[in-house]
């Protein structure tokens, strides 16, 4: 079953502007996962983020994580038409009953524009 | 170079004809899942491994099959399939269950007429 929800389903932006994709879920977890896909191809693992953390970087990424809310976002700075892909968060349920299942959200199609 | 290699990439066949889409990785990783992408459902589970000889259902395993007698290889087993089959197949795999990132082959495009 899908769990997450992601917002907005499509982005488009021009090059230098940041991009924000937003992801809520429904369970409690053990972390969550940022993948990029390019059209048809293979994911690609971003970012992970476990449930005891709230904020985390790599190079131009930001993912933050509000258990509270059980939801994340993703921010890209500064985007580049290499960032052009479809944007898939993805939970790991807590509780070992889910043996390291991904749950995907529908993903954020983003668009940037040179 | 850290892989994980699936075959074939695109593939188009008939009702009934069984088929394997193999999956290989050269990590060592003890955990192997499939999924399937589908257009308006996302990416849902199939299949996945814990180790050699460890396997279990995912969220849609019906009309699948999967075996994992060697670390490195879970074929994807379709013994009779059908049109609603048809989908984006892709194999990961990951060190632990659970514990850290899943790498994702390049996937497999089937098409059953």
């Known amino acids: 079953s899908q769990q997450g929800e992601e917002d907005p389903q499509a982005l488009s932006i021009q090059e230098g502007e940041n991009a924000t994709m937003n992801c809520s879920y429904k369970?409690?977890?053990?972390?969550l996962q940022w993948y990029r896909q390019n059209s048809g191809r293979g994911l690609v693992h971003l970012i992970l983020?476990?449930?005891?953390?709230r904020e985390k970087h790599s190079g131009r990424l930001r993912v933050t994580l509000d258990t509270s809310k059980k939801s994340s976002s993703l921010l890209i700075t500064a985007s580049r038409a290499a960032d052009t892909a479809s944007y898939f968060c993805?939970?790991?349920?807590?509780?070992?009953?889910?043996?390291?299942?991904?749950?995907f959200g529908q993903g954020t199609i983003l668009t940037v524009h040179p | 170079e850290a892989q994980v290699t699936q075959n074939p990439r695109y593939l188009i066949t008939v009702t009934g004809k069984k088929l394997t889409v193999t999956c290989s990785q050269n990590?060592?990783?003890?955990?192997m899942s499939w999924y399937r992408q589908d257009p308006g459902l996302g990416l849902r589970q199939i299949y996945y491994?814990?180790?050699?000889?460890?396997?279990d259902k995912g969220d849609v395993p019906e009309g699948y099959k999967v075996s994992r007698k060697e670390k490195r290889n879970f074929p994807l087993i379709l013994e009779s399939p059908s049109p609603n089959q048809t989908s984006l197949y892709f194999c990961?795999?990951?060190?632990?269950?659970?514990?850290?990132?899943?790498?994702f082959g390049p996937g497999t495009r089937l098409t059953v007429t």
């Open positions: 983020i476990r449930s005891n953390e």
């Open positions: 990961a795999s990951s060190l632990l269950a659970g514990k850290g990132e899943q790498y």
């Open positions: 990590m060592n990783h003890e955990y």
């Open positions: 491994s814990m180790n050699v000889e460890v396997t």
């Open positions: 369970t409690s977890i053990n972390n």
């Open positions: 993805a939970t790991v349920d807590a509780g070992g009953t889910s043996y390291g299942k991904l749950t």
